[in-house]
């Protein structure tokens, strides 16, 4: 499972496994029906966030995205892997490292041989079980100058990046918000951006969460066009409160994920919202909306 550490958006896991839970038990038959197979457009290949669906069994999730024509469930660990690989699916991104959780990460000097050492040993299995990416963090502030944390963060990502170039994965930083992840430092796009362009990998680019970059900064299909180079995944979420990506937010979704395919982007697009309503109902209604 998915660290407590790994992805937390201003609630704690544990609260919103419980919420989850309720809802996963409410769902029943509304799920399934509405899990008639779709044909999506095929621009863009759809994945979800394991974290987001609770206490629902992995098999039952597995399945059902499967059915409704997802291609992945992401943010497993290597003991999940094989549940989503035996449903005809991938995991777009893999679990965090114990040695690197949000708020430790490359931008302090200290913490980089036990991330490295944890990233040597979970590397060559994200490959060995073909997965495309393997996500890091920056780390908090905690009063560490900007500068510096990027030097820090370039240097400690420089050891890594010949390992994943070998094996052909894609280490992301995810660009998170400071409001719900008080003090973490990568959380503004052309702090990340520094770092891409410092590490100068194919194999080192930023998970672009939405939902995160409009707390931060707005104006995400301009920062997005203008950065799509460095940029290797999605996530979504609404705004406000990361419930469904619907009319009761304030992002057009639709656009976003248009804009996003005509720039060129063919990458996976993983939803983490959490669903209010009958999850699988809801996540079903946040792909056809993002099937640009």
Request: proline residues 4%.
């Amino acid at each position: 499972m998915i660290e407590d550490t790994a992805k937390d958006d201003g609630l704690s896991r544990r609260s919103v496994l419980g919420l989850a839970a309720g809802l996963v038990l409410a769902s029943g038959t509304a799920s399934r029906a509405a899990m008639e197979t779709p044909r999506w457009k095929g621009r863009l290949k759809h994945s979800v966030c394991r974290w987001c669906y609770g206490r629902m069994p992995l098999e039952e999730l597995c399945a059902q995205a499967k059915a409704m024509g997802l291609a992945s469930v992401e943010l497993l660990g290597p003991d999940e892997w094989p549940v989503a690989k035996a449903h005809g699916l991938t995991c777009a991104v893999a679990t965090n490292v114990k040695s690197n959780p949000i708020p430790r990460g490359f931008n302090r000097v200290e913490h980089h041989d036990a991330i490295v050492r944890d990233l040597e040993e979970r590397l060559p299995m994200v490959a060995a079980a073909g997965l495309p990416c393997q996500i890091v963090f920056s780390g908090n502030r905690a009063g560490l100058d900007d500068a510096e944390a990027i030097r820090n963060c370039v240097a400690g990502l420089k050891r890594i990046a010949p390992l994943a170039e070998r094996l052909g994965v894609t280490l992301v930083m995810e660009l998170l918000n400071s409001k719900d992840h008080g003090d973490y430092h990568c959380d503004r796009t052309p702090w990340g951006v520094e770092v891409v362009k410092g590490v100068g990998s194919d194999r080192f680019k930023l998970l672009y969460d939405i939902y995160h970059m409009q707390r931060m900064e707005g104006d995400v299909i301009a920062t997005i066009r203008e950065n799509l180079a460095h940029i290797a995944h999605f996530h979504t979420g609404g705004v406000p409160g990361r419930a469904e990506i619907d009319q009761t937010q304030e992002l057009n979704y639709a656009t976003i994920c248009k804009a996003i395919a005509d720039a060129g982007y063919t990458g996976y697009i993983g939803q983490e919202f959490i669903p209010r309503g009958d999850p699988m109902a809801s996540l079903r209604k946040a792909v056809e909306l993002c099937d640009q």
